[in-house]
């Protein structure tokens, strides 16, 4: 895409058009397939091809009104980059070796997208996750995870899938540990040992980015060890992890992954449950007071934008994902960025 004036680039961010923002940018989405984005990123006749399904969480039930597949094609005509994540609840691959139901998607994905669009696939927690949530009696229980760090099976059923599914256009892999407590959580030293035996094992064929979402893991030996293995730390807002500029400031002010590539994803307020920003944002289709009007939604987007530039600094293309719940609409959460990193252009080109 050639240059643009700061002008041009304004008028295609009202537009929702996110592509070329910043050279050390891309913008993208966590997930695409929302109704409520219609008329924002998807064109009207999508109101004809709305499919709905039940969502439930904790004593609520919610309609979801999604798009087909199909659409990704209108998605990357305003975004650069999309992370999935239907990827994390099930690998590409059965035990047996047969293709999973996410195989499936994956590929009618990468049938429709272009060859220009670039994806972010989040690991199976069936690889990843220290327990698994599953239902006894109708109530929930964590039990330890049997496939925790099987390096062999995650190659096997999502690695390799993935790389044969998406090829160039697999632009990393998201690593996301759920939150433990101190108390009940591992010793950060023995966790970097865990790790390193699982990474020691996987290619360097994708860019790889990890998640962890224990704050007392997220110590100078962490970052030190990322940074050694190539490997990205990824900035999260999320619910349990501290500030942005503080998780930059713990990880010596840095960009930690091979390749010249980071990532950020900003997925729920701070300090509020999933389920809680789940029902503000619900069904997504604009900004909520409650969400995008707060002195910590402000924070955010300052943080957001510092990191593209200093993403430029040290010469890093910076993957930033937006996401429903942060907001309660994700492009304009992105819309809100894009205008800020383009006033933070100005304001340093006229000093």
């Not at 680039?9 to 009202?14: D, E, L």
Request: glycine share 6%.
């Amino acid at each position: 895409m050639p240059d643009l004036s700061l002008d041009e680039r304004r008028a295609r961010v009202a537009a929702y058009d996110f592509r070329g923002v910043h050279p050390n940018a891309r913008f993208g989405t966590a997930s695409d397939r929302y109704a409520g984005w219609i008329g924002q990123i998807y064109p009207e006749a999508y109101h004809a091809k709305i499919k709905t399904r039940r969502k439930r969480l904790d004593d609520d039930t919610y309609e979801e009104r999604l798009l087909p597949v199909a659409s990704v094609r209108d998605y990357f005509e305003h975004f650069e980059v999309l992370e999935l994540d239907f990827t994390f609840y099930r690998p590409l691959r059965e035990e047996d070796g047969t293709p999973s139901n996410n195989l499936f998607v994956l590929e009618e994905y990468a049938g429709h997208a272009p060859a220009t669009a670039r994806f972010l696939l989040k690991a199976p927690q069936a690889f990843f996750a220290r327990t698994l949530r599953r239902s006894r009696g109708g109530r929930p229980v964590y039990e330890a995870n049997p496939d925790f760090l099987n390096a062999a099976a995650y190659l096997r059923r999502f690695h390799e899938p993935a790389r044969e599914v998406l090829g160039e256009r697999l632009a990393g892999i998201l690593f996301e540990q759920e939150y433990q407590r101190q108390r009940e959580g591992p010793d950060p030293m023995e966790n970097i040992a865990a790790l390193d035996g699982f990474f020691d094992a996987l290619p360097d064929d994708v860019p790889l980015h990890l998640e962890l979402r224990s704050p007392h893991l997220l110590i100078p030996p962490y970052f030190d060890w990322l940074a050694a293995r190539g490997l990205g730390f990824v900035f999260s807002h999320w619910t349990w992890l501290p500030p942005i500029r503080e998780q930059w400031q713990r990880c010596g002010g840095r960009f930690t992954a091979a390749g010249h590539s980071a990532v950020a994803r900003l997925l729920t307020p701070l300090r509020v449950k999933y389920a809680e920003a789940y029902a503000l944002a619900h069904p997504f289709d604009r900004p909520v007071p409650e969400l995008s009007e707060t002195p910590e939604a402000r924070a955010m987007v300052l943080d957001a934008t510092a990191l593209v530039f200093q993403a430029a600094r040290q010469g890093v293309v910076l993957n930033l994902i937006a996401n429903n719940r942060a907001w309660g609409n994700a492009p304009d959460l992105a819309r809100a960025i894009a205008y800020r990193v383009l006033e933070e252009e100005e304001r340093r080109r006229t000093g």
